[in-house]
């Protein structure tokens, strides 16, 4: 298309030499035939007359100047001044053109324009109706891109305040890309390989063409809303600078700004930056490695409980371990050692205490059986004809009754040996003798030597051991409470 | 789950005070195991709910409507 124009600019330099000639001629023709060949024009007439020239003249031309006094319309309509240092023209786009620009035109601007030259005849103003427009030196995209950045950044967008922290466990993801796209295929690889258990939701858009951005920008805000989802990547694989520009959108960026979840990026190559980077929460440089971003999480908080699992057994067993080592301390105190002493000791006490209750019993039944006897014989003494009925009565109750107690006595004798004996049993004073202890008994064995002033020198002693026993002469007594 | 444990970030920040009181000691038994027994419940909790989510794409339609996706990338993933 572009060289078509060109043979087009090859006149454009043309014009201004026609003007001066024109003047010329009506100096030149003026003073000969002024008054013979007058021919008056309304100012409609030359006005149109000029317009038909200038129009055939410059249908098409390409200008390259500075924009100036730049604004648009409510209409619309774009009106400018194009310009260089010697020079301005004019300057219209029309809605429908200036729609299908990719970048803002702005006052200072350097731009190529293409368009046809026309004149507004109410205002005796000709002007260069301008249908495409391209900045000179940078590309449109280029430009559009830098504008865009720079208008964003500028409203705060990319700041660092604004990015949210992903999630410690992502667990539902969304991913907006297209189905068709190598980007889906590698998220999917990734995290089925590092991260099996992940719940997916996908939300196709197209990622490229006319539209693209558009529905990458609803994909973005539709996605953001199903329950659950805790962070979402958005993007495509590589491709052209026009492959990528749909990331390169405002709407895009806004969708994401706007995002209550966190969203990854992931578009294209790893250098380029698109408009959709600087928004988006984490910037990943390929779709794989969002995915990877991703698992890292997951990874990161798996190995976080594993370390905190194994530190929380480590430090209870280390509290018990010190607990434990504090027990046995206190048990190696002389205190605490005195304890198998004493108990001991109360052991002796309770066999003493059995032997005394069974010879206590014993004689308290001997003692009634003989005042019976006494009773009995004192009886008999009497009339026992006159009294032997009452007698014989109170005998047989006296009788019952006393055979009564001797075997209460007797069982409660019983009973509470048994119960002695079963404390003694517990007690085990053998057990006592195991461990090195000794009974000192009299000569006899009848009585337990527990003060030195029982016995005297030269007396004899018996001594039971937790197996056999030792008949001993004492030959030394010491004080008793000594 | 445990209504007393809110949510990943609050389990690991509490299990993180738990370790770290458990290591400095100077606790009781009694209060020792009680922090064990709680830290094992977040320990808990946390790998359950790694372990409970199961493998699952979706695809979410225009109208908001969520389908099973797998067949569309089972197929030509091999």
């Known amino acids: 298309m572009s060289s078509q124009f060109d043979l087009f600019g090859a006149p454009e330099p043309e014009p201004e030499p026609e003007k001066e000639p024109e003047r010329e001629p009506v100096r030149s023709v003026s003073p000969v035939a002024r008054e013979r060949q007058r021919v008056v024009l309304s100012v409609s007439d030359l006005t149109a007359n000029i317009r038909g020239i200038l129009e055939n003249a410059y ?6 100047a500075e924009i100036s006094n730049c604004r648009l319309w409510n209409t619309g309509h774009l009106y400018f ?3 260089d240092p010697g020079a301005q023209i004019k300057a219209v786009m029309f809605k429908s053109d200036v729609r299908s620009l990719k970048f803002k035109p702005e006052d200072g601007l350097h731009v190529i324009v293409r368009g046809r030259i026309s004149v507004y005849e109410p205002k005796g103003e000709y002007q260069i109706v301008c249908e495409r427009m391209e900045p000179h030196g940078l590309g449109a995209l280029q430009l559009a891109f830098d504008q865009l950045k720079r208008r964003l950044q500028a409203e705060g967008l990319f700041d660092e305040a604004r990015k949210r922290a992903l999630p410690s466990l992502p667990r539902k993801i969304g991913i907006v890309t297209s189905l068709d796209g190598a980007a889906i295929r590698d998220i999917i690889k990734v995290l089925g390989r590092r991260y099996p258990n992940a719940h997916i939701v996908i939300r196709p858009a197209r990622v490229q063409g006319d539209g693209a951005a558009a529905e990458v920008a609803r994909a973005i805000r539709d996605v953001v809303k199903v329950a659950g989802i805790d962070v979402v990547i958005v993007g495509r694989g590589g491709g052209s600078v026009e492959d990528l ?3 390169n959108d405002e709407g895009v960026a806004r969708a994401i700004a706007a995002s209550p979840v966190p969203i990854i990026s992931a578009v294209g190559h790893e250098v380029d930056f698109t408009i959709a ?7 990943a440089p390929t779709p794989s490695a969002a995915a990877e971003i991703v698992v890292a999480r997951k990874e990161d908080f798996c190995n976080h409980i594993e370390r905190l699992s194994h530190r929380l057994t480590g430090a209870v067993r280390g509290s018990v371990a010190r607990l434990e080592s504090r027990v046995h301390l206190l048990n190696r105190r002389p205190g605490f050692a005195g304890w198998s002493a004493r108990l001991a000791m109360r052991g002796r006490h309770c066999a003493e205490t059995t032997h005394a209750l069974r010879h206590a019993a014993g004689a308290s039944v001997h003692r009634r ?6 009773l009995r014989l004192q009886l008999e003494q009497y009339d026992l004809r006159r009294r032997l009925g009452g007698v014989r009565a109170r005998l047989v109750s006296v009788d019952g009754k006393i055979r009564e107690a001797a075997m209460l006595r007797h069982h409660a004798a019983g009973a509470r040996l048994q119960n002695s004996a079963a404390r003694l049993d517990s007690l085990s004073p053998l057990a006592v003798l195991g461990r090195g202890y000794a009974v000192v008994w009299d000569e006899s064995r009848t009585r337990v030597v527990r003060r030195s002033s029982e016995v005297k020198p030269g007396d004899g002693v018996r001594v039971t051991l937790s197996e056999g026993e030792l008949t001993c002469e004492v030959v030394k007594t010491d004080g008793s409470d000594n | 789950m445990d209504p007393t444990i809110k949510d990943f970030e609050a389990a690991i920040a509490e299990l993180e005070t738990i370790v770290k009181k458990l290591e400095d000691g100077d606790l009781a038994l009694e209060k020792s195991l009680e922090l064990y027994e709680r830290g094992v419940q977040l320990s808990r909790f946390c790998h359950t709910r790694l372990e409970e989510a199961e493998k699952r794409i979706e695809i979410l339609n225009e109208r908001g409507d969520l389908r099973p996706a797998g067949q569309i990338f089972s197929k030509d993933d091999k």
């Open chain 1, 59 to 64: 249908s098409e031309v390409w200008i390259e």
């Open chain 1, 81 to 83: 001044t194009l310009k």
């Open chain 1, 245 to 247: 520009w749909a990331f």
């Open chain 1, 277 to 283: 980077d600087f928004a988006a929460d984490v910037r």
């Open chain 1, 369 to 374: 059986l003989r005042a019976f006897q006494t």
